[in-house]
């Protein structure tokens, strides 16, 4: 996805929208598609500027989070797996593996293994 264009371009095209020009001829003397124009041009005559609109997936907590506590409270031991099958037998909510996992790295829970090493020859005998 491209970023938007500049709100320097926008505050040109909006003097040229003030000093009578259509959105389509203000596009085109600032080299923009007309379609670009007749959006910017309904958008100053409705609300009197053309801001940025928000880009991406709009911000929300997901369909996983009414169940955090329940995940979060949930055996440190669970696979993924099995943790998602507990939330489908306790809720009847279906989420994939990967998908409970970066929930709750997002919420900063983590489980680190412990690598095993041999004991040192002191602590023996």
Known sequence: MSSPLPN???AQFQRLI????????????????SATGARWGLAIRQTGQAR????GRPRGKGKLDPYRTFLIDQDGDMTMPELAAALADATGVQAHPDTIGRFLRKLGVTYKEIRWSRPSDATQG
Do not use: M, T, V, Y
């Open 18 to 33: 003030e000093e009578g020009l259509s959105g389509r001829a203000a596009a085109l003397r600032l080299k923009l598609s």
């Open 52 to 55: 940025i609109a928000p880009q």
């Open 8 to 10: 320097a371009l926008r």
